[in-house]
């Protein structure tokens, strides 16, 4: 019994803490210090997790109960989920006359990133860690499943680990999560930083369209909680949906063979929201019943979500281990940030036309620190949608989705790792990673120039 009132102690605790920081968040960012700060990059999110670290159990200051940060720790797949329900259905379904181009580049990028931090992180475990660390080949994976995938994916992938004999994968899976939200959100900001001294963004009008957007979702959020509450149900339908086609599928998986069994119930269930989310909006519009649906408050309810999922995130990150594997992770964290960056200048330099700076920034925060990450430092960039990248993302999204940040090669890898050894498996991934790279450049500037002549 005495349990049980800690266990009850401890979740009121955690969700006393949770709704205060919710509330902080959301008057926080009409304080004008916030605006400011968020003007040079620096979203209040991240300000409140480095807050957070500092006072929970492993802080300067011991306020957080470890009890509390252990329910936090769970917190991130649910929000994650909320931000994919509301992705497709707070905004039309992109017209994508004239955006097959940039959507089909844009997808080529997020390939040669996935792909690529597979590949890195083979060469990371064959050539730098084995020589002088104990490792087991399914951390090539580490990367990817952790810049890409976060901490909904290293959830799932994490049971697969152990499944496969690497019960270290979910702890250092959910520390590279953490790890590359953090890098993402501070290395975001500072290139938001600089991108707008260096003018790479229009500094004047994305100013005039914070205060403008802040006026707006001020009125949308309080004017009238019956629309906030019919939004917030066709977000939890959009979840619905992707939970039942999950378990759909788990069942029907009862008949396949086990290596596609197993790869079915290691299936995460984000892309599933996000077909249900399109779904839904597409119903919506077909039926003319857009009505419903507040373009502003879905927006709002998806910032909210990716706040509080940075939030917690940051807040939880069980800091022994990351001290107790503090070699690995760096290692990891810096060679993926390497890749992504190099990765990113290709496409910026010989790819894209226009926009570089937003479509290689959002895609930066997405392959580095999730989908959530790369929304909020585009919203940071371009809150007025002028370079049309956010339809751009989210078409490219329904596809890539599927396959990598938590889709079918994120399962994949660590079954086939097991099977035909990380070595296979790096040179696989190295081939997809330089074939899409070329196929990019010739899509651009090989049967491009051809037809413009």
């Known amino acids: 019994m005495s349990s049980l009132n800690i266990f009850s102690n401890s979740l009121l605790i955690s969700l006393f803490g949770f709704l205060t920081i919710f509330f902080l968040l959301i008057f926080g960012k009409r304080l004008n210090l916030a605006i400011q700060l968020e003007r040079f990059g620096l979203p209040i999110a991240v300000i409140s997790g480095i807050v957070g670290i500092s006072i929970g159990p492993f802080g300067v200051i011991h306020i957080l ?25 707070g905004r039309p379904i992109p017209n994508i006359n004239g955006l097959v181009r940039p959507i089909v580049n844009q997808f080529f990028l997020a390939l040669s990133l996935g792909f690529g931090q597979f590949f890195v992180g083979g060469l990371v475990v064959k ?90 979702t001020k009125i949308g959020i309080f004017a009238d909680l019956r629309i906030l509450i019919v939004n917030l149900g066709f977000s939890g ?41 399109l779904l839904i909006r597409y119903i919506l519009e077909k039926t003319k019943n857009t009505k419903f649906i507040s373009n502003i ?70 392959s580095t620190g999730v989908v959530a990450s ?26 890539a989705q599927l396959i990598l940040s938590g889709g079918l090669f994120t399962v994949l890898a660590p079954i086939l790792i097991s099977k035909i050894g990380l070595d296979y498996w790096t040179e696989i991934c190295a081939a997809f990673t330089f074939l899409i790279l070329i196929i990019a450049f010739i899509f651009n500037h090989g049967f491009l120039k051809k037809y413009q002549s």
């Open 127 to 216: 050539y730098l860690l084995s020589p002088s660390i104990e490792t087991n080949p399914l951390m090539g994976c580490l990367i990817e499943v952790g810049f890409e995938g976060g901490h909904g994916a290293a959830s799932i992938i994490g049971e697969t680990f152990r499944r496969l004999g690497f019960s270290d994968g979910l702890d250092l899976g959910f520390a590279m999560a953490t790890m590359g939200l953090l890098s993402s959100s501070i290395l975001g900001s500072l290139f938001i930083f600089l991108g707008r001294t260096l003018g790479l963004s229009d500094t004047k009008e994305i100013i005039e369209t914070k205060d403008y957007l802040n006026s707006n």
């Open 65 to 89: 109960p470890k009890e509390t940060t252990n329910v936090w720790s769970n917190f991130p797949t649910p929000l994650l989920s909320l931000v994919f329900a509301t992705l497709m259905m």
């Open 297 to 366: 408050l879905q927006r709002e309810i998806g910032i909210l979500s990716t706040d509080l999922l940075i939030f917690t995130a940051m807040a939880s990150l069980d800091i022994d281990v990351v001290l107790a594997n503090w070699k690995i992770i760096l290692v990891f964290t810096v060679f993926g940030l390497f890749w992504n960056l190099i990765c990113i200048a290709y496409f910026a330099y010989f790819i894209f036309d226009d926009y570089w700076f937003e479509k290689s920034l959002i895609e930066f925060g997405n």
């Open 237 to 277: 339908l959009a979840i619905s949906f992707g939970v039942l086609l999950l378990k759909l599928l788990r069942y029907i998986a009862n008949s396949f063979s086990d290596f596609s069994k197993e790869i079915i119930f290691s299936l995460p269930v984000f892309p599933l929201i996000l077909i249900g989310s």
């Open 374 to 399: 790369g929304l909020l430092l585009l919203r940071l960039a371009d809150p007025k949608n002028i370079s049309k990248t956010l339809p751009i993302f989210t078409s490219k999204q329904l596809f």
